[in-house]
């Protein structure tokens, strides 16, 4: 008996989430794609921010670096060699984390980027770029610096935006230089 997409998807999401979790990891993204005679399986890792004090809305969350994604391919790689989630057919694992060029959709897209430049293009009033400040439940503050004037924080409800993303900076100000 065969089981859905569906069901498998969810199946290799159980056995992963366990196996992630010492590592600080969580699956962001899984999807499974047909590729002639093999699938490719593909495993976006991110922080776990289960870790976090719930009431912390404000400090920066580090990055996953190379040695985390290798070691999160090696994690998923047994896994799923342990269970029977893939099946007898031939698959290709690829491994990696988001990437700044993710759109951010989710409250916790913006707490992994406090500290961080985004653009924001609101549902209605426009676009702002500014550093993200906090980030809550329900909305998060943006410190925007105007051509001319002093930054203002603004707050921002998630139900207010379409999408944001994350400016590349090569000069990123430490923490607590915003």
Request: hydrophobic share 35%; aromatic share 4%.
């Amino acid at each position: 008996m065969s089981s859905s997409p569906t069901d498998r998807h969810q199946q290799i999401l159980d056995d992963l989430t366990p196996a992630l979790a010492p590592l600080q990891l969580r699956v962001e993204d899984l999807t499974v794609t047909p590729a002639g005679k093999r699938r490719v399986v593909r495993v976006l890792v991110d922080t776990d921010l289960a870790g976090l004090d719930p009431t912390d809305e404000t400090s920066s969350v580090p990055s996953v670096d190379l040695d985390a994604v290798g070691e999160a391919t090696r994690v998923i790689s047994d896994r799923l060699d342990q269970t029977d989630a893939m099946g007898e057919q031939p698959y290709v694992l690829e491994v990696s984390s988001p990437g700044v060029d993710r759109p951010l959709t989710q409250p916790h897209h913006y707490r992994r980027n406090v500290g961080r430049l985004v653009t924001v293009w609101r549902t209605e009033g426009g676009d702002l770029t500014g550093r993200v400040m906090r980030a809550g439940a329900d909305d998060f503050d943006l410190l925007v610096t105007p051509d001319k004037g002093e930054p203002a924080l603004t707050t921002l409800p998630y139900a207010e935006c379409g999408k944001s993303k994350v400016n590349v900076e090569f000069n990123r100000p430490e923490e607590g230089e915003h």
